[in-house]
C-alpha cells in the first residue's frame, strides 16, 4: 500500500502565517507593558557589560529572575531616561557593579542616585576598586544641586555591606555564585513569604535543576 506523506504548506500559507504571527507579536508588545524587572543591574558597560555584569545577568536570566540590563533590554528607538528610569521605579533589588571608571560615567550615577532616593535594597560589588577609591568630580558639566545628588547615593552605597572582587586573580565561578546567592536572599527578604517569594523560591529551584 502506498504511504500518504503530506506536502509542506505552498508559499502563500506560510506567508500568511508569517503575517499572523508578527501582527500577533505586535499586539501583544503594544497592550502589555514588560513586566517588572527582579534586579536591575547599575554597571559601566565599558568596564563590565562583557565580564561581571553580563554574566550575573545571564546567570540570573538562566534562573528566570528576570534582570534588567540595559544592553539587553533596551532597543534601537527606545528613550534612554524613560527605560532606564521606567526599570528602576518597577524594580526589587538593584545590583551596583562599581569599577575604576564607574564614577566618569554621569548615567551610572543617575542610575545610582535613583535606586538610592527610590529606597531599594541594594547590594555594592565592588569590582578591581576600594570603596576609598570610588569619588564623584565636579567637571562642570553639572549642576551643583545634582553633584550633591550623586555624591550622596555614592557614600550610602560605599557604606552598604557589599562584595568584592579582584578580577586578574579572582575566582570567576565562586563569585559568580556568591553574587548571585546574595542577589537571591535579598529578593527573599524583600519579597517575603507572598507570592513573589514563592515565584522565586519555585523559579530558583527549576533553574538549579536544569
Known amino acids: 500500500m502506498q504511504r500518504y506523506i503530506p506536502s509542506s504548506p505552498p508559499p502563500a500559507a506560510n506567508n500568511l502565517y508569517r503575517k499572523i504571527l508578527k501582527t500577533q507579536q505586535q499586539f501583544i ?12 543591574i547599575n554597571h559601566r558597560g565599558i ?9 550575573l545577568y545571564h546567570h540570573l536570566q538562566r534562573l528566570r529572575l528576570n534582570p534588567f540590563l540595559d544592553s539587553k533590554n533596551m532597543k534601537p528607538g527606545d528613550n534612554l531616561f524613560h527605560k532606564i528610569d521606567s526599570a528602576i521605579g518597577r524594580s526589587k533589588l538593584g545590583v551596583a557593579v562599581f569599577s575604576p571608571r ?9 542610575e545610582l542616585a535613583l535606586i538610592m532616593e527610590s529606597k531599594k535594597k541594594v547590594i555594592p560589588i565592588f569590582c578591581d576598586v576600594k570603596p576609598s577609591e570610588l569619588r564623584v568630580v565636579d567637571n562642570g ?7 550633591q545628588r550623586f555624591k550622596w547615593a555614592l557614600e550610602e552605597a560605599k557604606y552598604t555591606v557589599g562584595l568584592t572582587f579582584d578580577s586578574q586573580r579572582g575566582d570567576w565561578s565562586e563569585f559568580l555564585t556568591e553574587a548571585t546567592d546574595a542577589v537571591i536572599k535579598n529578593l527573599l527578604e524583600v519579597e517575603g513569604e507572598g507570592e513573589g517569594g514563592r515565584r522565586i523560591r519555585k523559579y530558583v529551584v527549576q533553574g538549579l535543576l536544569k
Open 29 to 40: 508588545t503594544i497592550n502589555n507593558r514588560p513586566p517588572p524587572c527582579d534586579v536591575f
Open 102 to 110: 564607574y564614577c566618569d560615567s554621569y548615567f551610572c550615577l543617575h
Open 47 to 55: 568596564d563590565t557589560k562583557r565580564t561581571i555584569a553580563g554574566l
Open 141 to 147: 558639566s553639572c549642576e551643583a544641586k545634582e553633584i
